[in-house]
């Protein structure tokens, strides 16, 4: 089951929508009110996400089932240049991306640097990068069904975050108070042609 795709965004349009389907692919599955409160939190989270995000270019928002399977996806063509960049992380004082604070900050920095169209990525955060697999959601994709893409996963990314935690303890802490960290079962990010996304999975 595939709900409607919702067009989203970072100033808000869209997203009681994109909620609403979420609640519906919940109906749909006959979720408990425990385990359908969990799922829209996570589309909360997933789509409150953007309004950190600068302009207003949109993005596509959309949840798939399988049984108890569910993954809530983000997506977008939209591309920000080197030069906006560029004079985003120079109005701040130290040149950095200052909005990257905590784990849904980490995942916002991630997901908008993939979508730079101008400068080879610098991902600030070792952990989690590899080959993503996506054959469980590339119904649309024209390519193999059996393509591993390079992008960033929650599970690579917690497995590392543990095994470090002594050496940085305050990733571990982000893990910790992470609203979506806690209740997906993993986050994907990855780039498939010239689109971006996000994929949150969750089994109840």
Not at 163 to 187: F, M
Request: glycine residues 6%.
């Amino acid at each position: 089951m595939k709900t409607d795709v919702i067009e989203i965004t970072p100033k808000g349009k869209g997203m009681e929508r994109a909620l609403t389907e979420t609640d519906r692919a919940a109906a749909y599955r006959g979720l408990e009110p425990k385990q359908a409160l969990r799922l829209r939190l996570l589309a909360e989270e997933m789509t409150g996400m953007l309004r950190t995000l600068i302009g207003d270019e949109p993005f596509r928002y959309w949840a798939e089932s399988d049984g108890t399977h569910f993954s809530l996806h983000l997506a977008t063509e939209a591309m920000m240049t080197y030069d906006l960049r560029k004079a985003l992380l120079e109005a701040s004082s130290t040149g950095k991306n200052a909005a990257a604070k905590g784990f849904m900050g980490r995942l916002r920095d991630i997901f908008a640097r993939l979508t730079d169209a101008d400068a080879v990525p610098v991902f600030p955060y070792e952990y989690g990068y590899g080959y993503v697999d996506v054959t469980d959601f590339d119904a649309s994709m024209d390519m193999s069904p059996n393509a591993l893409l390079n992008g960033w996963s929650l599970k690579a990314y917690r497995d590392a975050v543990i095994e470090n935690k002594e050496k940085e303890p305050e990733k571990w802490d982000e893990l910790e108070k992470s609203i979506t960290a806690k209740l997906a079962d993993d986050v994907k990010i990855f780039i498939r042609g010239n689109t971006v996304e996000m994929v949150i999975e969750k089994t109840f």
